[in-house]
């Protein structure tokens, strides 16, 4: 069945930069928007980025926007987040998910903590 299984988490200080993987299984992954979406401790889980099935098009939230860009590998069944200038508040679980605004399939997370 799908699966997303996302990597790449880890420790990282304040303006530092890191890059979240979410290999895609079990699924035509070309045919369909992937998302990623983070969930602080204490918070909901809140949207992050989108892209289109074919990396042409973007969607960013405005906490993320001009520091994380969402790209993708279709070759290798493969979305990315990679994040600059990362900030305490960036600390969260992030989860892949299939979809652009209807979401029905999540990864089980990395986990992301910036700190000095």
């Known amino acids: 069945e799908v699966q997303l299984v996302e990597s790449g988490g880890g420790l990282v200080q304040p303006g530092g930069s890191l890059t979240l993987s979410c290999v895609a299984s079990?699924?035509?992954?070309?045919?369909?928007?992937m998302s990623w979406y983070r969930q602080a401790p204490g918070k909901g889980r809140a949207f992050v980025a989108s892209i289109t099935n074919d990396g042409a098009n973007f969607n960013y939230a405005d906490a993320v926007k001009g520091r994380f860009t969402i790209s993708r590998d279709n070759a290798k069944n493969t979305v990315y987040l990679r994040m600059m200038n990362l900030k305490p508040d960036d600390t969260a679980m992030y989860y892949c998910?299939?979809?652009?605004?209807?979401?029905?399939?999540w990864g089980q997370g990395t986990q992301v903590t910036v700190s000095s």
């Open positions: 998910a299939r979809g652009w605004t209807t979401l029905d399939w």
């Open positions: 079990a699924f035509a992954f070309s045919n369909y928007p």
